[in-house]
């Protein structure tokens, strides 16, 4: 498929598999003012009521630009739960991020298994990016205490040039993003003073340059850091 949105025109996804399972998202060029590729399966406290997840999704070989969004992005609502997410042989360019793990207080669910690689980026401001704080939420309903469990991303063989900011990994204070694997990432072109900005999330990290956060180093076994 060939999408085409105006890029300053906001919420216009390209493509949103919600509470899908089983589905294959392939050779597609899409221009957007919003994500690319976004996966979903609910909001909130409703999406945690009606608990039907997306999984077993692959995404590959899509390319495209979003000055606003990113390439592709998991969530931000996901509280039916996300896992066995496969993208690969993404090329994204002129975005504001590559790829993006989306959550936030309140969501609930889970995000596991994503399988992230072979990715090129070209003046991507954020190549990769995990966030929270969306404060975006359907009614005063949602449950604070309702917080998401991400566990298991894993990306490798990332080449960016020309990004303007190291990758962002921002976890929630009390539900740790864990068990995070990247290997042969490089992001090229970014200036001197760029640093990794982490916080509440833990992992293993293997020819990752330039130099990950601490968070990343995780002490002992590394086995579970595996594509197989």
């Known amino acids: 498929m060939t999408i085409l949105a105006p890029l300053n025109a906001p919420n216009t996804d390209g493509i949103d598999p919600d509470s899908c399972t089983n589905v294959c998202i392939e050779d597609c060029y899409i221009e957007s003012g919003d994500d690319l590729v976004a996966v ?3 909001w909130d406290q409703y999406g945690i009521a009606m608990a039907l997840p997306s999984s077993n999704i692959i995404v590959r070989r899509v390319s495209g630009t979003t000055p606003t969004c990113s390439g592709v992005g998991i969530g931000s609502e996901m509280s039916g739960g996300i896992f066995n997410i496969t993208i690969d042989h993404l090329h994204v360019w002129n975005s504001a991020a590559g790829v993006r793990i989306k959550t936030d207080k309140g969501r609930g669910g889970y995000i596991a298994n994503i399988k992230i690689s072979n990715i090129t980026m070209d003046r991507v401001k954020v190549p990769i990016r995990f966030s929270r704080g ?3 939420h359907p009614d005063d309903r949602w449950d604070p205490k309702a917080v998401p469990k991400v566990k298991g991303i894993y990306i490798t063989n990332v080449v960016s040039v020309n990004s303007t900011k190291a990758p962002v990994l921002q976890g929630i204070k009390d ?3 864990e068990e995070i694997c990247m290997k042969n990432i490089s992001l090229l ?3 001197a003073s760029a640093t990794w900005q982490c916080e509440f999330v833990s992992g293993f990290t293997s020819q990752v340059f330039p130099s990950p956060c601490p968070q990343l ?4 076994t590394s086995s579970w850091c595996s594509f197989s």
């Open 40 to 42: 979903k399966s609910g």
């Open 134 to 136: 969306s404060n975006d």
């Open 189 to 191: 072109g970014l200036a």
């Open 217 to 220: 180093h995780k002490n002992g």
């Open 175 to 177: 539900a740790q993003f």
